[in-house]
């Protein structure tokens, strides 16, 4: 081919696009008739704090060290662009990546998809390469299976003017069997039983080559997405013909409605005015077109599931391509065929199958780990068109490009096993994509936030002389999310108080503010190991029903501390405010939800528990003031204990790295603590996390292997993060606790209390045999 076959009139908005290029060090690419895939994976280098247990000459009162130093993470990038400007694309990557033949030398691409032969010659010429070419089937099903096990709301359910119109899924590790419907030109529909085990079990040449080419000749549509759009402005009733225009109605007798369509185009034939097709607007004609086909599709799906006893069916292909007008028709013939037994299900990332599926293959060739798992970067991707207009992001649907970015996480991560219904646990407490109360005050007050996390993260780098410049691009970014999000609350999956914490914590970990927290979490695990030992006496001298007490008021007064909370603020930067002041805030009994006294019974009463699992929230007086003296009781009472926390950092939670050497200094103090953590009766360990909230379906392996192992029958969730915003609902089979200090006042009255009012929840232990669906 000739330079001159390929489209070169574009500007490549290179700094947004092909983001991390130059570290890039393994490529894929998915080439289709209309658009191309690219795959490639990336090392990003970013500044991160490091704690560490060594004093240096002149901080030896510090509890610990902390230092800037670099980390390191891989990141995969997919962007989606028109095949037409493939070679475009190539050149800018043959610029910034290739630095001589000899770099490419022996190198090689996976490609697939149709034009994975159409442009091999391009692809070797353009960079200098190998093209090893993938099966295209092969490589829908491996991208297929990785995102339903890897990406939480992959999967959806669209509702045509419902609320909200999309419901998402969530996460399922138990995805098989299931039928993939994939629709480009044409159909295939395949069965998918395991990851290697599918078969292509039918199929129909009427598919989206049909609609676009039938659209093509009968409107004057120039492009698939304009045909589309006209369709949504249609009124098929004056193109097709009804059962109601054959018998006047309902045709009773064999259960059709009169508006079922009874033919397709039929009143083109029938009517008594000229056959030019000028008297039938483009509109009406595109959609009895879109719905002709659709229909069709979904009757041949449905009966293919029927045969092979298949639940759940995604559709996904170039036909899709999340327009909310196809998913509705595509969801109408599903559930008019299988009345209403089985629902459409679609992906959000569904464009990216075969590039994903391509760049897995690659990887399994050169022997890297699969093993881990892959987490959304929101920062760096593009979100599901509104349903109340046709673009992405406030773009036009002919747009040029839409980008996917996935961050590998360090461990494996596995539901928590002592859920008692984890196929349908859901972690959030209010949807925000249904509420839309809740949405409006919660996107408010993130805008409002947004000044203060600024402040904080320039404070946190007092050296560094760009921090008040990337600080801003943080306010820049975040806001327009924010703006994106109140247009189409649906764009990302589910929204909710999670997500925005988590995409806040992305944006400034991507502008290096991974950590802005540190210096603060160190004074406060400072200050607060200072007290440690006078409140632990102080426990020791109370008789065992008011030491209950003051263990779970000493609970709740350390989860004041809480720097994510804009009211707490205020008061933790007043002079003179301490773990007592804090106390003396709390609601007095009886609190909001208040089951200590059950609490106090089961203690009391039945055998101790096994082994306690403690999520814990905050630094400084939370955990050191409040979480180890719990965990001291537990001890002495005989039960073993397991203190979890993130992973990574999240506003001023404690981490994993931090706790591994307060727990020492904490040994230190209290004998109790130092013989169990010698002994294995205390262990430390991270949850896999790095959000101030708690997501259950997806917790460290380590962990779920260790509370499977020492038998758990007891779970503590502390905190507004992990108590309230998330597993409020959550019911597990074994006793939980949930304490948390509700720190906002919208959200106490919402929940029938006020600022400060105390959430003391004991909830035992449920049989599976009571599973219901939540």
């Not at 987490?375 to 207009?389: M, Q």
């Not at 219904?421 to 109360?437: I, R």
């Not at 106090?600 to 007086?621: E, M, W, Y």
Request: net charge neutral; hydrophobic share 40%; charged share 25%.
């Amino acid at each position: 081919m000739t330079a001159k076959s390929y489209a070169r009139s574009i500007e490549l908005p290179t700094e947004t696009l092909f983001r991390n290029l130059k570290n890039a060090k393994q490529f894929a690419i998915d080439i289709g008739g209309s658009l191309a895939k690219l795959a490639y994976c990336s090392t990003i280098q970013r500044r991160t704090s490091m704690v560490f247990d060594e004093p240096e000459q002149d901080s030896s009162e510090h509890v610990y060290n902390i230092s800037e130093t670099e980390e390191s993470i891989l990141r995969l990038h997919f962007i989606k662009f028109e095949t037409k400007y493939i070679e475009t694309c190539l050149d800018f990557i043959k610029i910034n990546l290739i630095e001589s033949t000899e770099f490419m030398k022996d190198k090689y691409i996976k490609a697939t998809g149709g034009g994975a032969h159409k442009y091999t010659d391009l692809i070797s010429s353009k960079l200098g390469v190998q093209v090893d070419k993938e099966d295209e089937m092969e490589c829908l099903i491996t991208g297929c299976n990785f995102l339903l096990k890897n990406i939480p709301d992959e999967a959806f359910i669209y509702q045509r003017h419902g609320n909200p119109e999309y419901k998402f899924q969530g996460v399922n590790h138990n995805i098989f069997p299931y039928l993939l419907v994939n629709i480009g030109s044409g159909v295939s529909l395949i069965k998918v039983e395991s990851e290697n085990k599918y078969e292509r079990i039918g199929g129909t040449s009427t598919g989206g080559g049909t609609f676009w080419g039938l659209g093509s000749l009968l409107t004057k549509a120039k492009s698939f997405d304009e045909l589309v759009e006209l369709a949504e402005q249609g009124d098929h009733r004056s193109v097709d013909m009804l059962v109601k225009d054959i018998y006047g109605g309902a045709y009773a007798t064999i259960g059709l409605p009169g508006d079922i369509i009874a033919s397709s185009f039929a009143k083109a034939a029938r009517s008594t005015k000229d056959k030019n097709k000028s008297n039938f607007k483009d509109e009406d004609v595109a959609k009895s077109l879109l719905l002709s086909i659709s229909n069709d599709i979904g009757q041949i799906a449905y009966l293919q599931a029927k045969i092979h006893n298949l639940k759940k069916i995604y559709f996904g292909g170039y036909f899709i391509r999340g327009h909310p007008m196809t998913m509705h028709t595509i969801t109408y013939a599903i559930n008019f065929w299988s009345k209403g037994e089985i629902q459409a299900l679609f992906l959000r990332h569904e464009g990216y199958l075969g590039a994903i599926g391509a760049f897995l293959k690659g990887a399994n060739d050169s022997k890297d780990d699969q093993s881990f798992v892959w987490g959304e970067h929101f920062a760096g991707s593009s979100g599901l068109a509104s349903p109340k207009c046709s673009g992405f992001l406030g773009k036009t649907r002919s747009s040029t490009f839409d980008m996917l970015e996935l961050n590998r996480l360090d461990k494996p991560l596995l539901p928590c096993p002592l859920l008692l219904d984890a196929q349908n646990y859901l972690p959030d407490t209010v949807d925000l994509t249904q509420d839309e109360e809740a949405r409006e005050y919660w996107l408010q007050c993130f805008t409002n936030g947004v000044d203060k996390t600024r402040q904080q993260a320039i404070k946190s780098q007092p050296q560094s002389s760009d921090a008040e410049k990337r600080a801003e691009k943080f306010v820049i970014r975040y806001l327009d999310r924010l703006k994106v999000l109140k247009e189409n609350p649906c764009c990302y999956g589910s929204l909710t108080v999670r997500s925005l914490l988590d995409t806040s914590s992305q944006y400034l970990s991507e502008l290096h503010f991974t950590d802005p927290y540190s210096q603060q979490k160190q004074f406060e695990n400072e200050q607060a190991v200072k007290l440690l030992s006078s409140h632990l006496r102080e426990l020791e001298k109370l008789e065992w029903p008011d030491r209950q007490l003051e263990l779970a008021q000493g609970i709740l007064a350390g989860n004041m501390f809480d720097w994510g909370a804009k009211e707490v603020c205020k008061l933790m930067e007043s002079p003179g405010f301490g773990f007592k002041e804090a106390r003396s805030r709390l609601q007095a009994r009886p609190w909001l939800f208040d089951d200590f006294d059950e609490w106090c019974i089961r203690l009391k009463t039945q055998p101790v528990h096994k082994c306690a699992v403690i999520f814990c929230d905050n630094s400084g007086a939370d955990i050191i003031l409040g979480i180890f003296p719990l965990a001291q009781e537990l001890l002495a009472n005989g039960t073993k204990v397991i203190l979890c926390v993130n992973s990574r950092p999240a506003l001023n939670d404690v981490i994993f790295s931090e706790l591994l050497i307060l727990v020492k200094k904490v040994a230190a103090i209290s004998s109790e603590i130092n013989s169990a953590l010698n002994e294995g009766r205390l262990q430390v360990m991270e949850n896999g996390q790095g959000s101030p909230c708690l997501d259950l379906r997806l917790i460290d392996n380590d962990l779920v292997n260790m509370m499977v192992k020492e038998k758990a029958d007891l779970i503590i969730l502390e905190g507004m993060g992990r108590a309230v915003h998330t597993n409020f609902h959550a019911r597990f089979t074994c006793d939980v606790l949930k304490v948390a200090v509700i720190k906002n006042k919208w959200l106490a009255n919402r929940l029938g209390g006020d600022m400060f009012n105390v959430m003391f929840k004991f909830e035992k232990a449920r049989q599976v045999s009571l599973v219901t669906k939540q």
